[in-house]
């Protein structure tokens, strides 16, 4: 089945490491989105990339990295410079289409937790 | 900028009653709107979409939305709850000159069924 797997599903951070989130879709879509979800603020958007070998900023992307080396991948790394990374992170991706905007599909998160 | 306002963070209703989940948005510029639903430790799941034609948009277990473009609204409506759908319920909107097919998400509304 074509989907968005993200893993782990949960995951703990030490002080001062960095920690990377996996996100690797199957549907053979463009753009891929990372997105931070915290209770009572809805979703976030970290990152997004539209096309392989270039990503832009979102609204709070300080504190994280990403790459996207292939168009199916689109790791996130959490670093040390982000003071408060406990928060439930979703990746999603979406066709780009003639510009005309198509739904994106997400995948199940995952909950990220300091120690 | 564009925003999202979802007025309720939590609507209890019990089964079988209708119910009403608000959605307000602010933009200078032509939109698309969707509704996704999030049911717990999941990611997001899309209910339905506007992107253009008739103003009235509906899903296939029963909720459906209106675009009112003068109100700039875009709430969501079923008239009869299942205890199966209590979850969490996000707006989002995408402006039509698509930047990436960026959304911009609302806080979300809890709707919580009782038998």
């Known amino acids: 089945d074509g989907g968005i797997t993200q893993s782990p599903k949960y995951l703990f951070r030490k002080e001062g490491q960095n920690v990377t989130l996996s996100c690797e879709q199957n549907l053979n879509h463009d753009a891929m989105y990372w997105y931070r979800q915290d209770p009572g603020q809805g979703l976030r958007l970290i990152y997004y990339?539209?096309?392989?070998?270039?990503?832009q900023k979102g609204d709070i992307a300080e504190g994280y990295s990403v790459s996207r080396e292939k168009k199916e991948s689109f790791p996130l790394t959490v670093t040390s410079a982000q003071k408060n990374p406990t928060a439930f992170y979703l990746c999603?991706?979406?066709?780009?289409?003639?510009?005309?905007?198509?739904?994106?599909?997400f995948g199940d998160g995952t909950r990220l937790s300091i120690l | 900028a564009q925003s999202v306002t979802q007025l309720d963070s939590q609507v209890p209703v019990f089964e079988e009653a209708p119910v009403e989940l608000r959605c307000n948005y602010s933009s200078s510029v032509s939109v698309y709107l969707f509704w996704y639903v999030q049911y717990p430790n999941q990611g997001l799941q899309l209910l339905l979409k506007y992107l253009s034609g008739s103003t009235l948009v509906k899903s296939i277990n029963g909720f459906e939305a209106e675009f009112n473009k003068s109100q700039t609204s875009f709430h969501l409506r079923k008239p009869s709850v299942h205890i199966s759908d209590t979850a969490e319920y996000f707006c989002?909107?995408?402006?039509?000159?698509?930047?990436?097919?960026?959304?911009?998400f609302g806080q979300g509304t809890e709707l919580s069924v009782k038998p």
């Open positions: 989002a909107v995408s402006d039509v000159i698509n930047q990436g097919g960026k959304l911009i």
């Open positions: 990339s539209q096309i392989v070998n270039d990503f």
């Open positions: 999603a991706s979406s066709i780009l289409r003639g510009g005309r905007m198509q739904p994106q599909h």
